[in-house]
């Protein structure tokens, strides 16, 4: 029984002692690990400040007052053309003429002053034999068509008014940056008076693949009817033009694009002074930095755009720029890509002076050059060098379209056709040629070749004379 209680007593010591070191040594240890984890806590930043209240504030955009600048200011223009009427079989059997009927076309424009100046689209008003404007307030009235320019898809409109009218002022596209909001104004599906906000997403922004273009680009809502419409930003001045949207359905699914407004400011106001767009070249041809070319050279990676030629007698000739030169900028604008080159020069005339920023030899050199008319650029195509129409030539032959044959070295069209220099070349396989820039795009399209794909060509000879050639 001694026996027993001992080894019970031995027991119990020993378990009280296990637990006494337990106590004393593990957990203790444990403890001081965890204090001195919660030393350096890990943390994602938050500011429990922000409320909705405060995320607008004198940095922001108010949506309100740059709605209240130009909502009154976008007007909805009718046009109204005359389209032939399909052939009905009574109009095939009895010998009819082809009738004309009404066709309704609809878009939005901006009153850019208070005499009523209207810039819209080109294409919201080509083909109109009337237009019509309707302003906020319902008022309605007829709109005299001043001038257009297909290549920018700007026209100028002007009503007469008793009194003045609301107006946007232009704003500076170039200083626009990228995610800066903006509010699209305009007429989508008819419905007047409507706003949608969205940011600047990209600029100087080209869509045909040719470099002719330069939108900005911008994710505020724009659907059919707002060409023509208003992009302002946070001030309510006038930024861009709608123009475009790219969709597989023809509705809004995500960006638009506008014509600059620096753009639009300066082919209105060509118009009204010249009847005409004054466009200004620098004189150079730039290596496109995704092609074969470029990337062997290792020239897709540089920051800036590479001469690969410059035009002979060209300001860029004279005021000394060479091939292999990289333009970096001009004036203050950044040049990465040509569309941002072309879209600057768009707002710019004959002899205007600009300052060309280039690396040459890894040294920066800046050089002012005068820009130079277009008609003197010239294309190669078929064996001829042909070069846009002079406006005295155009009044001479009473044209707004063609090419000049500068010189021929096509024996075929020389002593087949007759075609020589001062020749006009009006159009192709039907289809109108305006410039040499519509000369590129069939080049482009028909490749080395093209004599084996036309088959009509248009011409006006050294008297004058309108002739149309098959050519099998």
Known sequence: MKKILT?????????????????????KETTVVAETASEQPFFVPTNYKTTNANLIDAEHPSFVNAAEKTVDAVVHVKNTA??????????????????KRAQVGTGSGVIISPDGYIITNNHVIAGSESISITLNDNKIYDAKLIGTDEKTDIALLKVEADNDLPFITFGDSDAAQIGEWVLAVGNPFNLTSTVTAGIISAKARDLSGRNSQSFIQTDAAVNPGNSGGALVNANGELVGINTAITSQTGSYI??????PSNIARKVVEDIIEYGNVQNGILGVSLLNSNSKEAIEKGLNEIKGVYVAEVTEKSGAEKAGIKIGDIIKRIDNIEISKFSDLSGYLKTKRPDDVVNVEIIRDGKVKILPVALSKTDILTVEFMNMQLKNLSEERKRENNISYGVEVVKNDNDWLSENLGVSSKYIITDINNVKINNIEDIAILKQKFGANPEQYIKKIGLINKEGEKEQFLIR
């Not at 010591?13 to 593990?26: D, H, P, R, V």
């Not at 399909?86 to 010998?95: A, C, N, T, Y």
């Open 7 to 27: 080894l019970v007593f031995v027991s119990v010591l020993g378990g009280i002692i296990t637990l006494s070191a337990y106590k004393f040594l593990i957990e």
């Open 254 to 259: 995500g960006y638009s694009f506008a014509v």
């Open 82 to 99: 005359l389209v032939s009427a399909p052939l009905s079989l009574q109009d095939l059997f009895f010998g009819r003429q082809q009738s």
